[in-house]
């Protein structure tokens, strides 16, 4: 069965960098897209951005541009969200959502990855 | 890119029905029909209930349904039912190659 396994919980610093990992099983990891979104405390969902299923195209939300990386590493069929700069803003819960390439929307979702930043 | 807007909360009786609407520009809703609309249980992830502005998944209830009309896509349940509490957003994809989510809706059922 398909399974986004994220990794655990964060505490950082203002100022700091996070980098969250999302490993895909149960389905072939090369033929979809993947999705960060996140959601601060009692907040709506945020899409922060995309690496397409080909590995060499990422598209980031403006508000995250210069900030956030997205990578992967097939041999361990990972994704990774590198998100730096942290402010007490981006506190928040982050998920990785999975997308079948041309069907614009997400199917699967992580169990998400609550990142707190506080000094 | 500014959030689709979408009413904050909505409530309806047991069996009721209810609509959420959801906002949005012609940078996004107006030209695309790939709005989406997922559906949130405290402490969950999101759950995908409408694709492709009207399509339901496999297992979503027929009790959900959705349209659209220029720039403003709606969320219909029908039969309201004590499971349906939860949070509901939409999304869409825009004109410039990212996707927006929609401020999102409490549905409270008295």
């Known amino acids: 069965q398909v399974q986004l396994v994220q990794s655990g919980a964060e505490v950082k610093t203002p100022g700091a960098s996070v980098k969250i990992s999302c490993k895909a099983s149960g389905y072939t990891f090369t033929t979809y897209h993947m999705h960060w979104v996140r959601q601060a405390p009692g907040q709506g969902l945020e899409w922060m951005g995309i690496i397409k299923s080909t590995g060499d195209i990422t598209i980031y939300a403006q508000n995250f541009q210069g900030r956030v990386t997205v990578t992967r590493d097939t041999s361990t069929s990972t994704v990774y969200m590198d998100l730096s700069s942290l402010t007490s803003d981006d506190t928040a819960v982050y998920y990785c959502?999975?997308?079948?390439?041309?069907?614009?929307?997400?199917?699967?979702w992580g169990q998400g990855t609550l990142v707190t930043v506080s000094s | 890119q500014s959030a689709l807007t979408q009413p904050a909360s909505v409530s309806g009786s047991p069996g009721q029905s209810i609509t959420i609407s959801c906002t949005g520009t012609s940078s996004d809703i107006g030209t695309y029909d790939f709005v989406f609309w997922y559906q949130q249980h405290p402490g969950k992830a999101p759950k995908l209930i409408i694709f492709g502005v009207s399509n339901r998944p496999s297992g979503i209830s027929d009790r959900f349904s959705a349209s659209k009309s220029g720039n403003t896509a709606s969320l219909t349940i029908s039969g309201l039912q004590a499971e349906d509490e939860a949070d509901y957003f939409c999304?869409?994809?825009?004109?410039?190659?990212?996707?927006?989510f929609g401020t999102g809706t409490k549905v409270t059922v008295l």
């Open positions: 959502a999975r997308e079948l390439p041309s069907s614009f929307f997400f199917d699967y």
């Open positions: 999304i869409s994809y825009t004109t410039s190659t990212t996707y927006v």
